[in-house]
Structures are given as C-alpha cells and as structure tokens.
C-alpha cells in the first residue's frame, strides 16, 4: 500500500513537472485551452501506450493495465523470471498484483473531465468548411482570414491579432479559401490596387511596370466609387420595389372588389333567376287552372248529353218493346185495335252532338312550346355574351395620364431578339440603328431580317408604357413572340400578320400596321408615344402624348397568348427609340 501512494506522489509531481513544460511549449493560443484540461496522457500504460485500463501497481512502483502487465509476465515467466518493463527489477516469484482504486479513481475522473473539455463536434471543420491554418490534428473551423497573413485562424489562433498592436492593424475577412487569389502570381505580393483601364485587381509592384499608363487607384477608392455606383442602383431597385408593392396593394384590392362583385352578381343572378322561375311557375299554374277548368266544363257538358242520350234509348227501348207484343197478338181484332190505338211514332234526330277532337289542347300546348323556344332564344342570346373579356369583368379604360401610370409597367428590351444592326443601351431602354453589324451570339429569338427587338417581360392584365422615338421612321408595336424570326420582313415584320399591331411616324405622320393592313391615322407633333394594354379585355390603346393625351387608335380583339412590346425600324438610317421612365405625375 506504501508503494502505492509513493507511485501516486510520483505521477503527481510527473504531472506538475510536465505541465510546466508544456505551458512554455504550447502556443498562447492553445494555453487557454491546455490549462482548462487534464493532461490524461500522462496516466497511461507505457506497455498498450493507452490510458489506464482496471491500473495495478508493482512493488517498483509503477502502474500498468492489469491485462498488459499479465500477459507481458505469461511470456516471460516461461524463461524463469518477471521484471518491470520500465526499470527492469526481476520479481521471483511472480508477484500476485492488486488492483490500485484510488488511482483507477483518479483515471476515470480525468477521462470524464477530458470528455467535458473537448470541444463540440460542431467546432470541427467539415469538407465544406474553412479550417484553421494552425490547428493540429482534428482542425476547428476558422473564425476570420488574415488577407495580410494569407492564412484562416479559430477562436484561439486568432487571439494574437487581437491583442498584438501589429497584427492588429491586419484586415479580417470572413474565412475564405481563395486567399490565393488576393496573391500577385507575377510579383508574389498582395493585391492592393485596381486597373480600371483592364478592370482587374494588381499589386503595387503591376501600377508601376506593364500598368504604369494605366488608369489604376487602390482598391479602397475603387470600392468607394462604386459603394456610390451601387447605391444608385439599390435606389432605383428600391423604387421598383415600391412601386410593386403598391401595385400588389392595388392587385389585392382589384382581387377584394373582383370577390365582392362577382358576390353581388351571383346573388342578383340568382335572385332575378328565382323571380323568373317563380313567374313561370305561376304562369304553368295559371295555365294548368285554365285547362283544368275547360276540362271539368267540357265533360260536364258531354255527360249531360250522355244521359239525355241514354234517356231517350230507354224510352225507345220501352217502345220497341210495345211494338214486338202487339205483332205477337192473336187475335185479329185485339191486333187491330191496339195498332190503331199507338200513337205515331215520330222520326226525330237524335240531340244535337258535338264530338271534339282528340288534338282539342294542341294549340295551347303549342302556345307553350312556342313560349318555350322564346326563352330559350332570349337566354341563349343574352347570356352567351357573359365572359370573362364581356360583361362580368367590364372595366372602363383610364382616362389621365395619372390614371395610366397607375398601370406602368417596367420595360425592358431583350437583347436576343435584336437584330445586329441594332444597339441596345446598357440598361436595355435604348434602342439604336447603326451601319455596324454587331457581334450578337446566335440566338433562336434574334431576328435575321427585320430591324426590330422585342421586351423581355410577357404582358398580361393591364399594362401602360412610353416611348420617344428619334430619326427616321420607327415603329412602336405589341405583338405576340412566336412571330418568325428567320422569315423576309414582309412576313415576320411587326404589323404584319393578325398578332401583332405596330404604330409608326414618319415626319409626324402616323400609320398602324396590323395583319399588311395600313390605317392612316391623326398627325400628330409628339415624339412620345403611350400604349395601353388590357389583356383579359383584348384591348390595345396608342395615344400621342403632349400636354394632353390624344387617341389615335384602339384595337377591340381577343387575346390568347402574352403579347410582348417591340420596337420596328425601317431602315439602319440613324434612328433612335427610348423607354421612357414613368413618373406618376400629370404632364
């Protein structure tokens, strides 16, 4: 037992010794860390180099797992004699070894609080994670990259960089695994500057060699130029944001008052229904009592005939029966004197008799029928015309500009659908005609002969735009996309087949264009152009703009699929047609 604590005592101040060694060996980082953990390595067997399992103790005083220290001493006991694998003492004979308790106690507590101490698995780096530079063994998952140090540190690597005044003044990013990419691979130093001649990161080293007569700025002021670029931009997104959700404001409330009213009419509908079927119904018994009591008076009047008829027969019948007595008599005389005393039989007609034909109700019925197909024609007529594009959703079309604006639409032109000969500005609202093929990829949507584009955006519901032409003649046209692309122009021309309508000015003159039909319309002296479109209506509106608006034409149709704005020119003779923003104020 002595020896046994003598052995604990020893581990005991092993365990000191060697964790001051290891405090000045171990990163400041990682002192955090150790200090918060037992040093469980020390308690191992020297035979498994594992931790303590069921520790016995020999009379040297040291400890081993009871498992490897007996099967060490099986092997050696056939030679004679068992010694201690750590200072070689020989025990004859083999001693009987005890388990030690207390520091098998002590083992479990240290692998209990070495289990507390290790970090979640969640800490770990996984494939997709960006792992830290200086672990060692199992990563941890980086907290920052250092783009000065090029390398991703933990929570405990990172300390240094915040508590060293030097390496405090390195920039930190959210960890990354492209910090190679920020490396110059001509010069091997940090990029730092921008080439805004080349649009490209470089290093200092680049803006004074093969960049020297570039445009070039530090990466800094090239941010902060376009934080101002972006800015403008989240503007205007906002503002197209804005102005959606007020139009889906406006979509909720058309939604309500389209619930609200088709209510009303499905309850009126059904009201004015009730109120008919109820006058037929009144009608039918109307009709049904005027029958009912022709009927009764009818066969009234044919039985009274019936027993005045049947009265006479049984008086004939007694007559007859008078006759056939006398004509039987045997006596002459008796014969004689009854034919001589009968009174004359008169030969009269039989009551006037009135037989009516089976077919006696067949003009009423066919009064009824002929109400019947009445009806059914006013029915048939009046509510065929009830659809979705007719009566139900009948909607009266703006009448301001500010009611128009209050169904803009975002414009866009899509450039795969432009003919080379055309220019689409940057933000896709300016089109212009140039001598210059431009070198557009090939596309199924880009037309090959017509001078025309096409928007990106599918229209449906009730859509509004403008746009302000410039030049020579140019079009401003609706149509749907499945026009042929391939075709000469007098076949895929906007305007000319019955799915699409173009609006075009020559010298303020305008002409529209549908299915090869030309209609000359109003002059006009505006440059600016407003279309109207109500799909579910089948409705296209032109109007001119100035200070008023002005209908020059509007087309009654039937929709069936989206129609998309376009814009046609007639020739590559400078020409320019823009989409103009809206803004909901009146001009």
Same mark, same amino acid.
């Given at each position: 037992?002595?020896? !046994?604590?003598?052995?604990?005592?020893?581990?005991?101040?092993?365990?000191?010794?060697?964790?001051?060694?290891?405090?000045?060996?171990?990163?400041?980082?990682?002192?955090? $860390?150790?200090?918060?953990?037992?040093?469980?390595?020390?308690?191992?067997?020297?035979?498994?180099?594992?931790?303590?399992?069921?520790?016995?103790?020999?009379?040297?005083?040291?400890?081993?797992?009871?498992?490897?220290?007996?099967?060490?001493?099986?092997?050696?006991?056939?030679?004679?004699?068992?010694?201690?694998?750590?200072?070689?003492?020989?025990?004859?004979?083999?001693?009987?070894?005890?388990?030690?308790?207390?520091?098998?106690?002590?083992?479990?507590?240290?692998?209990?609080?070495?289990?507390?101490?290790?970090?979640?698995?969640?800490?770990?780096?996984?494939?997709?994670?960006? !792992?830290?530079?200086?672990?060692?063994?199992?990563? *941890?998952?980086?907290?920052?990259?250092?783009?000065?140090?090029?390398?991703?540190?933990?929570?405990?690597?990172?300390?240094?960089?915040?508590?060293?005044?030097?390496?405090?003044?390195? +920039?930190?990013?959210?960890?990354?695994?492209?910090?190679?990419?920020?490396?110059?691979?001509?010069?091997?130093?940090?990029?730092?500057?921008?080439?805004? =001649?080349?649009?490209?990161?470089?290093?200092?080293?680049?803006?004074?060699?093969?960049?020297?007569?570039?445009?070039?700025?530090?990466?800094?002021?090239?941010?902060?130029?376009?934080?101002?670029?972006?800015?403008?931009?989240?503007?205007?997104?906002?503002?197209?944001?804005?102005?959606?959700?007020?139009?889906?404001?406006? *979509?909720? +409330?058309?939604?309500?008052?389209?619930?609200?009213?088709?209510?009303?009419?499905?309850?009126?509908?059904?009201?004015?229904?009730?109120?008919?079927?109820?006058?037929?119904?009144?009608?039918?018994?109307?009709?049904?009592?005027?029958?009912?009591?022709?009927?009764?008076?009818?066969?009234?009047?044919?039985?009274?005939?019936?027993?005045? *008829? $049947?009265?006479?027969?049984?008086?004939?019948?007694?007559?007859?029966?008078?006759?056939?007595?006398?004509?039987?008599?045997?006596?002459?005389?008796?014969?004689?004197?009854?034919?001589?005393?009968?009174?004359?039989?008169?030969?009269?007609?039989?009551?006037?008799?009135?037989?009516?034909?089976?077919?006696?109700?067949?003009?009423?019925?066919?009064?009824?029928?002929?109400?019947?197909?009445?009806?059914?024609?006013?029915?048939?007529?009046? *509510?065929?015309?009830?659809?979705?594009?007719?009566?139900?959703?009948?909607?009266?079309?703006?009448?301001?500009?500010? $009611?128009?604006?209050?169904?803009?639409?975002?414009?866009?032109?899509?450039?795969?659908?432009?003919?080379?000969?055309?220019?689409?500005?940057?933000?896709?609202?300016?089109?212009? =005609?140039?001598?210059?093929?431009?070198?557009?990829?090939?596309?199924?949507?880009?037309?090959?002969?017509?001078?025309?584009?096409?928007?990106?955006?599918?229209?449906?519901?009730?859509?509004?735009?403008?746009?302000?032409?410039?030049?020579?003649?140019?079009?401003?046209?609706?149509?749907?996309?499945?026009?042929?692309?391939?075709?000469?122009?007098?076949?895929?021309?906007?305007?000319?087949?019955?799915?699409?309508?173009?609006?075009?000015?020559?010298?303020?003159?305008?002409?529209?264009?549908?299915?090869?039909?030309? =209609?000359?319309?109003?002059?006009?002296?505006?440059?600016?152009?407003?279309?109207?479109?109500?799909?579910?209506?089948?409705?296209?509106?032109?109007?001119?703009?100035?200070?008023?608006?002005?209908?020059?034409?509007?087309?009654?149709?039937?929709?069936?699929?989206?129609?998309?704005?376009?814009?046609?020119?007639?020739?590559?003779?400078?020409?320019?047609?823009?989409?103009?923003?809206? $803004?909901?104020?009146?001009?």
């Amino acid at each position: 037992m002595f020896c !046994a604590l003598v052995s604990l005592y020893d581990c005991c101040v092993g365990i000191k010794i060697a964790s001051s060694e290891a405090r000045q060996l171990t990163p400041p980082g990682e002192m955090a $860390e150790r200090e918060s953990r037992p040093d469980l390595y020390i308690y191992s067997c020297s035979i498994c180099l594992d931790s303590l399992q069921e520790p016995v103790t020999t009379s040297c005083g040291h400890s081993y797992c009871r498992k490897c220290i007996g099967q060490r001493w099986d092997v050696e006991e056939e030679s004679g004699a068992c010694s201690c694998p750590q200072c070689r003492q020989s025990f004859t004979p083999r001693p009987v070894l005890v388990k030690n308790t207390m520091l098998a106690a002590l083992v479990e507590e240290l692998k209990k609080a070495e289990l507390q101490a290790a970090p979640p698995d969640h800490w770990y780096a996984g494939a997709e994670d960006v !792992a830290c530079d200086v672990c060692t063994g199992r990563k *941890l998952k980086a907290l920052k990259s250092c783009l000065v140090c090029l390398a991703s540190y933990c929570e405990n690597h990172l300390q240094p960089h915040r508590d060293a005044a030097p390496l405090r003044r390195h +920039k930190l990013v959210e960890p990354s695994r492209d910090l190679q990419e920020n490396i110059c691979p001509r010069h091997d130093e940090v990029m730092k500057m921008f080439c805004r =001649t080349d649009r490209m990161s470089i290093c200092y080293l680049c803006s004074v060699d093969e960049h020297k007569d570039h445009d070039t700025v530090t990466e800094a002021a090239e941010r902060s130029e376009r934080r101002r670029d972006l800015e403008k931009s989240r503007q205007k997104i906002q503002q197209m944001i804005k102005r959606r959700e007020e139009n889906v404001m406006a *979509l909720q +409330k058309e939604v309500e008052a389209v619930d609200d009213s088709a209510e009303r009419v499905v309850e009126d509908s059904k009201e004015s229904f009730s109120q008919m079927i109820h006058l037929l119904e009144q009608q039918c018994s109307e009709v049904e009592q005027q029958v009912r009591a022709t009927q009764q008076a009818e066969v009234r009047r044919v039985k009274e005939h019936q027993k005045k *008829l $049947e009265k006479e027969i049984a008086e004939l019948k007694r007559r007859d029966t008078e006759l056939e007595n006398i004509l039987h008599t045997p006596d002459h005389k008796e014969y004689l004197h009854k034919f001589s005393s009968l009174t004359q039989v008169e030969s009269t007609n039989p009551s006037n008799l009135e037989i009516c034909a089976p077919s006696y109700f067949q003009y009423a019925t066919a009064v009824v029928l002929e109400l019947r197909d009445k009806i059914q024609e006013v029915l048939t007529e009046k *509510l065929k015309n009830i659809s979705l594009a007719g009566v139900l959703l009948h909607r009266p079309e703006p009448k301001t500009r500010f $009611e128009f604006l209050k169904h803009a639409c975002d414009i866009t032109l899509d450039p795969d659908t432009a003919h080379r000969n055309l220019m689409i500005s940057e933000d896709n609202q300016v089109v212009t =005609t140039i001598g210059k093929m431009q070198p557009y990829p090939d596309h199924p949507d880009r037309f090959k002969e017509c001078f025309q584009v096409l928007s990106r955006e599918a229209l449906t519901g009730r859509c509004y735009w403008e746009m302000k032409y410039k030049g020579a003649k140019a079009c401003v046209a609706v149509g749907d996309k499945k026009a042929m692309r391939a075709g000469g122009c007098s076949e895929c021309t906007l305007g000319s087949d019955d799915k699409s309508w173009a609006l075009c000015c020559v010298n303020n003159t305008f002409t529209l264009f549908h299915n090869g039909v030309q =209609t000359p319309l109003p002059d006009s002296r505006s440059c600016r152009v407003g279309v109207f479109l109500d799909h579910s209506a089948g409705l296209i509106s032109f109007y001119s703009i100035t200070s008023t608006m002005v209908l020059l034409h509007r087309v009654m149709t039937t929709f069936t699929q989206p129609l998309h704005a376009g814009v046609w020119f007639h020739s590559t003779s400078l020409s320019k047609v823009e989409i103009c923003s809206h $803004e909901r104020t009146e001009v």
